[in-house]
């Protein structure tokens, strides 16, 4: 099993710290979209990340997705990261909303890094969709007593927002007020303490930049 993509990327982690946890033993290629392309498309014509590519060569895409397969393949058992019933469908609700608050830090980022001059409209239009979205996560955050988001284990939920939080508070430093969303930066930071955060780790980088 290879997983495809670099730590920076939220979503590569995400994928990664799960495969971590459950003591999937996996190939790391942290192969950038940008520098890298050409290998990705030999697994991904899409040449996005990540690509979770199988023994077989079968390859998946879109982390969520990828999520879902590893979450099969453990089984129930073993998937302590997933969630059933309720709890299982807020999951998936709190973990889109960050992973679109995650996307749309993508896309202020690269506004910023790859056009000369970045295009006001489209900076507004994503700093709105980021604020907003943080303010909903945060009050979620708040309104859960318990140590993770949905009792004293780790769910996928958990992962995404922190390693969402990680990566647009870091190229993102300048963007926003971030102790606007104290509960969130607290979360992040219990999390980020546990090991399987620490393995799965990786300082953003430019695209282009080695």
Same mark, same amino acid.
């Given at each position: 099993?290879?997983?495809?993509?670099?730590?920076?990327?939220?979503?590569?982690?995400?994928?990664?710290?799960?495969?971590?946890?459950y003591?999937?033993?996996?190939?790391?290629?942290?192969?950038?979209?940008?520098?890298?392309?050409?290998?990705?498309s030999?697994?991904?014509?899409?040449?996005?990340?990540?690509?979770?590519?199988?023994?077989?060569r079968?390859?998946?895409v879109?982390?969520?997705?990828?999520?879902?397969?590893?979450?099969?393949?453990?089984?129930? @058992?073993?998937?302590?990261?997933?969630?059933? #019933? %309720?709890?299982?469908?807020?999951?998936l609700?709190?973990? !889109? &909303? +960050? =992973?679109?608050?995650?996307?749309?830090?993508?896309?202020?980022?690269?506004?910023?890094?790859?056009?000369?001059?970045?295009?006001?409209?489209?900076?507004?239009?994503?700093?709105?969709?980021?604020?907003?979205?943080?303010?909903l996560?945060?009050?979620?955050?708040?309104?859960?007593?318990?140590?993770?988001l949905?009792?004293?284990?780790?769910?996928?939920?958990?992962?995404?927002?922190?390693?969402m939080?990680?990566?647009?508070?870091?190229?993102?430093?300048?963007?926003? @007020?971030?102790?606007?969303?104290?509960?969130? #930066? %607290?979360?992040?930071?219990?999390?980020?303490a546990?090991? !399987? &955060? +620490? =393995?799965?780790?990786?300082?953003?980088?430019?695209?282009?930049e080695?």
């Amino acid at each position: 099993m290879m997983l495809i993509g670099q730590y920076d990327s939220p979503f590569v982690r995400r994928v990664g710290i799960a495969l971590q946890i459950y003591g999937i033993e996996f190939e790391h290629a942290p192969w950038s979209t940008f520098g890298d392309a050409d290998k990705v498309s030999k697994h991904n014509p899409l040449r996005r990340v990540p690509t979770l590519v199988m023994d077989d060569r079968t390859a998946f895409v879109d982390s969520a997705a990828i999520l879902a397969v590893i979450d099969d393949m453990v089984g129930p @058992e073993r998937a302590s990261l997933a969630r059933m #019933g %309720e709890d299982g469908r807020q999951l998936l609700r709190i973990a !889109a &909303f +960050a =992973a679109g608050v995650a996307d749309k830090g993508v896309s202020l980022l690269y506004e910023r890094v790859l056009r000369e001059q970045a295009l006001p409209l489209w900076v507004d239009r994503c700093r709105l969709q980021i604020g907003e979205t943080l303010d909903l996560l945060e009050a979620e955050r708040e309104l859960r007593p318990t140590r993770y988001l949905f009792d004293d284990a780790l769910s996928h939920a958990d992962v995404m927002l922190t390693a969402m939080w990680s990566f647009i508070t870091e190229p993102l430093a300048d963007e926003f @007020e971030w102790s606007r969303w104290p509960a969130l #930066g %607290e979360h992040a930071a219990a999390c980020e303490a546990l090991p !399987a &955060f +620490a =393995a799965i780790r990786q300082r953003f980088m430019k695209p282009g930049e080695a």
